[in-house]
């Protein structure tokens, strides 16, 4: 008797392994595999979502209108180039649905966010992978990969697991050597850490043309990961194709109520970037005192690199590290030796993680 077969596309596809974040016996592990904030969300947004349980028995904004104002409100730009979703990932899938038929070719680098290769290999696309150089996007390898079927190229930036951005002069670079037909698709979920004078959004070049989306999470510097909202901001006929394939109801009540807080609430955001910038510049500092390459970040990460000829291993360290009570994220890195990716968390899990750490070099 035959069972229900899923696609061939499906066949192709690998399954997300999300970071661990229990440990065997201890309690309450430090979680630094998930790149989430340790300070939660702001007390407004809190309190917004509190709000919002009085009316759950309805259904929510479909028009998602208010958080669709607020947006438009700290970004300066236009409400209805604005679509929310339950996370961006979601808003990733719906482009690469509303835009790829089965044998188009999506690019990608190739240490870019995974959930776009396996939304496109499920659509049926054929993933070509872009070679990466010195833990950046490589334009150049890029726009070298575009064919007459390529319909998507999606750049993470900055980019996850290297935590590296490309400045805008590469990023106009590249929306200038696409085909207007193509959509260059900017995920920018760690964008709201970066303060480089050189870093290009997205907004720009949406205004400009019609072949860009820049895609943004609530679930970082907002400490909203929980609730699952992000949004896209693309020109209008991009959001009207993906109006037609979104869920009425994609993003719920109490979240789009946080969020809405969120996004308004700058004075927090700005403590957690703050925050997470001078960690993250102590923490690399001292790593690399230790003998570690630490790949330069602009996120709320770390990007580790072993090195094997003193005795060291991101698979012995992340075991170390565990032992220890610390869950870190290891990850399969293009790229020479193997990596370990460390989030930037609280000044009391930093300071231990380091302790941990410095152990382990020290043992070895």
């Not at 290769?117 to 049926?124: D, F, M, P, V, Y």
């Amino acid at each position: 008797m035959r069972s229900p077969s899923p696609r061939e596309s499906l066949k192709k596809c690998p399954t997300y392994v999300q970071g661990k974040s229990t440990i065997a016996g201890i309690k309450n592990p430090i979680k630094l595999s998930s790149n989430e904030s340790p300070f939660g969300p702001s007390p407004s947004a809190k309190e917004a979502y509190l709000q919002a349980l009085e009316t759950v028995h309805r259904y929510p904004d479909g028009g998602q209108n208010a958080l669709r104002a607020a947006i438009a409100e700290r970004f300066g730009i236009e409400a209805d180039q604005i679509i929310g979703g339950n996370g961006s990932e979601e808003l990733i899938l719906l482009a690469i649905r509303a835009f790829v038929d089965p044998g188009d070719q999506v690019i990608v680098s190739d240490n870019g966010f995974v959930m776009t290769r396996i939304h496109a290999l499920a659509q049926g696309a054929e993933v070509v992978v872009a070679a990466e150089k010195d833990w950046h996007v490589n334009v150049d390898n890029i726009l070298e990969a575009v064919t007459p079927k390529t319909k998507i190229v999606a750049v993470a930036n900055p980019n996850n697991p290297t935590g590296t951005y490309l400045p805008a002069s590469e990023i106009r670079r590249l929306h200038a050597g696409l085909p207007s037909n193509v959509l260059l698709m900017l995920d920018g979920a760690y964008a709201d850490y970066v303060v480089a004078d050189d870093f290009e959004s997205g907004i720009g070049i949406v205004h400009q043309s019609a072949n860009c989306m820049m895609t943004r999470t609530f679930s970082k510097i907002y400490g909203l990961a929980g609730m699952r909202v992000g949004w896209a901001y693309a020109a209008p006929e991009i959001v009207a194709a993906i109006q037609k394939i979104r869920t009425p109801f994609n993003a719920n009540s109490p979240a789009m109520a946080a969020a809405t807080a969120a996004v308004r609430d700058m004075g927090f955001a700005d403590m957690v970037r703050d925050h997470t910038i001078t960690w993250r510049e102590r923490m690399a500092a001292r790593l690399r005192e230790l003998g570690l390459m630490v790949v330069p970040s602009v996120t709320n990460f770390l990007l580790l690199q072993f090195p094997e000829e003193k005795g060291l291993n991101a698979l012995k360290a992340a075991a170390y590290l565990i032992e220890n009570g610390i869950l870190p994220r290891p990850t399969g890195v293009s790229g020479p030796g193997d990596c370990l990716r460390i989030t930037v968390g609280s000044a009391e899990e930093n300071a231990i993680f380091l302790q941990v750490i410095e152990r382990y070099v020290g043992a070895a």
